[in-house]
T-cell receptor, first 107, second 115 residues
Framework: DAKTTQPPSMDCAEGRAANLPCNHS???????VYWYRQIHSQGPQYIIH???NNETNEMASLIITEDRKSSTLILPHATLRDTAVYYC????????FGKGTSLLVTP | NAGVTQTPKFRILKIGQSMTLQCAQD?????MYWYRQDPGMGLKLIYY???????DKGEVPNGYNVSRSTTEDFPLRLELAAPSQTSVYFC??????????????FGNGTRLTVT
């Protein structure tokens, strides 16, 4: 599987943008980048995915570099409820989740 | 529409006992997955199924068995429980075709302790 690298933890002040980076330097041309998050001990929740172009939905924005070797998930106005572990995944076969980034949003 | 339902929510097993973790979905999704999550770790894929009658191994299949006789159900069987199987087990589904964009729908998990 294409591997991803994420920082283990990040902090963000409430109301500010949270920018979560992910490196996926071995990604191949037809592989999508997915982002999920896991709040406390619940099942992971799908956030967004993309192939080449930047994507935006009601939850977040996904910025993928032109060479596709890295991406950034942006939560434009983080709230306390966005505190979670965020997983960046490149699909080859079934989705395999790494350790992700633990995001702490502080008041 | 209940989505993905996992039962039981919690279970304590003695070493060597067996049990079946149940997963049911009402979304008519073809693809179903079983993951385990150890404390502080990410999710690891145990088994998956691309449709009724078809199953395949994931990253950590040893000690587990699955079956998929219907689209709705994908039970996970532990035959001889071991302490190393203490974990949280998540079932997930997706409507997508294998290899196509995948948006997984997860259940709320089964917390299993083997002592």
């Amino acid at each position: 599987d294409a591997k991803t690298t994420q920082p283990p933890s990040m902090d963000c002040a409430e109301g500010r943008a949270a920018n979560l980076p992910c490196n996926h330097s071995t990604i191949s041309g037809n592989e999508y980048v997915y982002w999920y998050r896991q709040i406390h001990s619940q099942g992971p929740q799908y956030i967004i995915h993309g192939l080449k172009n930047n994507e935006t939905n009601e939850m977040a924005s996904l910025i993928i570099t032109e060479d596709r070797k890295s991406s950034t998930l942006i939560l434009p106005h983080a709230t306390l409820r966005d505190t979670a572990v965020y997983y960046c995944i490149v699909l080859r076969g079934a989705l395999n989740f790494g350790k992700g980034t633990s995001l702490l949003v502080t008041p | 529409n209940a989505g993905v339902t996992q039962t039981p929510k919690f279970r304590i097993l003695k070493i060597g006992q067996s049990m079946t973790l149940q997963c049911a979905q009402d979304m008519n999704h073809n693809y179903m997955y079983w993951y385990r999550q150890d404390p502080g770790m990410g999710l690891k894929l145990i088994y998956y199924s691309v449709g009724a009658g078809i199953t395949d191994k994931g990253e950590v299949p040893n000690g587990y068995n699955v079956s998929r006789s219907t689209t709705e159900d994908f039970p996970l069987r532990l035959e001889l429980a071991a302490p190393s199987q203490t974990s949280v087990y998540f079932c997930a589904t997706t409507p997508g075709r294998y290899g196509a964009p995948v948006t997984l729908h997860f259940g709320n998990g089964t917390r299993l302790t083997v002592t």
